[in-house]
């Protein structure tokens, strides 16, 4: 995971402008981004001029001011190298950047994905301007969803208020968050607000208004609610009592993406000039991973120059100081370098590639009224050895997915402990559960695809968070043998009548309905010795079978993923028996309150920084 930055974050001032003329839009909204943009005739972009190249004010477009060695080519600077000429220009107007493009004053596009599906359908309206995606930059790691103590889950934004603003990157961060938790945009009550930030921003009406349950904000305006990304708010401070982070873009690494798109008519004019630009990117965002990496290790002169260079394109008003706000923009950066690109644009079993991804941006382009048909988002299909040889980049085309994920103790994802089950409360994302029959050990797809899928998708999408399995099994055949032992023992009596038993062990209440209090006690021994079965056997024999069969779902995932060609860590997929620590009806008492218990639980969850490999790319 990637350091916070105390710094409005990335998208927040990519999008200011575009919120700002989207303000008037309701939930469908009824200007389409074809009114926001107006009638623009399609211009031809000139040849022999300077390229014009828009940036946004964002950590990951600082790469791209290293290449250039600053808003104009500099001759020892990678592109100047490269034979390019270019000239940056904010773009943080997205409209008027799409204005520009249609014009022809500028070939290139820079957004995000779902940026880039708002407009996909005014880009597509001439086949000239069909946008071209050929360069990703980054993920985010700085937006997140804060919510109200009383939700504890993303499956409890079900009838909720959740506040976000109009138009920006936030809209399809929560619709990953809505689809993730299998809820639709009508299970929620959204709360529209105009601005970014300040007064009229998400942060304040959550703040304001207690009906409000959950905001979308940037990492700025989740500081001053709950006082930090693992933190819950004290209401001391100005932060808000009890307010949490119910996900990140930390955890859900693959939500917010950064690209670049040209022109069709350009790209294939002048595909040579898109490679070069593309390579030169790829190879300064090389160099600046290395170069931040030096710095956060102890210090770097030549890091140092370029966080003043970005002061100073960006504005001192904007980024007051280098080591806080400068680092901290480009720290929310997750650069995804070649091996990124390689894997995002020709990586089809890759469910956050640009095949899903260029999807989703135009279905919700329709869905929230920004499109009335989706336009089109064309692949460049670069061939990527050739940027590498044009760059000189170190990173290696054909990258292997790697086990990022260390091997977690098994009470760090399901614990014995009430007070840490507490903890891993609190670090459940999202959970959902599936049944078996007693005795099942195969666990097939054609009966488990749909759940199969969904911790694929899961896994993607939610890139620094673990899918912990839990087998769980149902503590019926142990509680008999406790029951029967105990009494043999001399240990245990029993009164009441049957279907109401009460219990006493030595002579103090037992409640066979405590799964804690039994399991602590099986455990110790006190039952055994009493009968031939031996409930600490049973109990032991219940884990084993619960961890069998986590096992046994865990590797139906993987053939599941293996088969569709998806991409997939499996060392993010963990599985750990429960036994009968958790039961669903801790005393059943029929045979289908029994089946309740039979069941495996997925457990989105986060886990310690530590926990990751972290590597110099993130794809």
């Not at 791209?64 to 990678?78: E, H, K, L, R, Y």
């Not at 840490?420 to 050990?441: C, G, H, K, Y």
């Not at 569709?564 to 860590?569: A, E, H, P, Q, S």
Request: aromatic fraction near 8%; glycine fraction near 10%; charge should be negative.
């Amino acid at each position: 995971m990637r350091a916070i930055g105390r710094l409005f974050h990335s998208t927040a001032y990519a999008v200011v402008a575009l919120v700002l003329l989207l303000a008037a839009a309701p939930l469908h909204a009824t200007s389409t981004f074809s009114d926001l943009v107006g009638q623009v005739p399609v211009g031809t972009v000139q040849d022999g001029a300077a390229l014009q190249a828009p940036y946004l004010t964002w950590g990951g477009d600082v790469a791209t001011f290293m290449a250039n060695g600053g808003v104009t080519t500099q001759p020892d600077s990678i592109y100047g190298k490269l034979g390019l000429a270019v000239n940056m220009v904010s773009g943080d107007d997205f409209v008027a950047q799409v204005q520009r493009y249609l014009k022809g004053e500028s070939p290139f596009l820079r957004g995000t994905i779902r940026m880039i599906g708002m407009a996909s359908e005014v880009l597509s309206q001439d086949p000239r301007t069909e946008p071209v995606m050929f360069l990703q930059l980054t993920w985010s790691a700085g937006d997140h969803l804060v919510s109200r103590g009383t939700l504890r889950t993303l499956s409890d934004l079900k009838g909720k208020k959740i506040v976000l603003q109009r138009g920006g990157p936030h809209v399809g961060m929560l619709d990953d968050v809505l689809r993730a938790a299998r809820l639709s945009w009508s299970d929620v009550d959204v709360v529209w607000v105009d601005d970014l930030t300040g007064p009229g921003g998400a942060a304040a009406r959550f703040r304001n208004d207690p009906s409000v349950a959950a905001c979308l904000v940037i990492s700025p305006d989740m500081f001053a609610l709950t006082g930090g990304l693992n933190e819950r708010g004290s209401g001391k401070d100005g932060t808000v009592q009890d307010a949490r982070v119910l996900v990140s873009t930390a955890q859900m690494s693959r939500s917010i993406g950064d690209v670049y798109a040209v022109r069709k008519d350009y790209f294939e004019a002048h595909r040579d000039q898109v490679e070069r630009f593309a390579s030169g990117y790829l190879k300064a965002s090389e160099e600046l991973v290395a170069l931040r990496r030096a710095f956060e290790q102890g210090g770097s002169a030549e890091y140092r120059k370029v966080l003043q260079m970005a002061q100073e394109i960006f504005g001192k008003e904007v980024l007051p100081t280098l080591d806080e706000d400068a680092h901290g923009l480009i720290a929310d950066a997750s650069f995804v370098g070649l091996p990124g690109n390689v894997s995002f644009f020709t990586d089809a079993g890759n469910l956050s590639g640009f095949g899903p991804k260029s999807e989703a941006a135009l279905r919700l382009a329709v869905e929230r009224g920004f499109a009335r048909s989706p336009g089109k988002i064309s692949n460049a299909n670069l061939d990527y050895a050739k940027l590498a040889a044009l760059g000189s980049i170190q990173a290696p085309v054909a990258s292997a997915p790697t086990a990022r994920f260390a091997e977690l103790r098994p009470t760090d994802l399901f614990p014995d402990d009430p007070v840490q089950r507490a903890a891993a409360a609190d670090n459940t994302i999202l959970s959902f559960t599936v049944n078996f029959e007693p005795n099942q050990s195969e666990f097939s797809a054609a009966q488990y695809g749909n759940e199969f899928q969904r911790a694929v998708e899961a896994a993607s999408t939610f890139g620094n968070a673990v899918v912990a399995i839990g087998g769980h099994a149902d503590p019926t055949l142990m509680l008999r043998y406790l029951v029967e032992s105990g009494m043999a023992k001399g240990i245990l009596t029993r009164s009441g009548s049957s279907g109401n038993y009460q219990y006493e062990l030595n002579g103090s209440s037992f409640d066979l309905a405590d799964p804690d209090r039994v399991h602590q006690t099986v455990r110790a021994g006190t039952f055994s010795g009493g009968v031939q079965n031996d409930p600490m056997q049973t109990l032991q024999a219940l884990e084993q079978l619960s961890q069998d069969r986590a096992e046994a779902v865990k590797k139906a995932i993987v053939e599941y993923a293996n088969a569709k060609g998806y991409r997939l860590d499996d060392s993010q997929i963990q599985p750990v028996g429960v036994g009968a620590r958790e039961p669903v009806v801790a005393r059943p008492s029929t045979q289908q309150e029994a089946y309740q218990n039979m069941r495996v639980e997925f457990r989105l969850m986060r886990v310690p920084v530590e926990a990751i490999s972290a590597g110099d790319f993130d794809f």
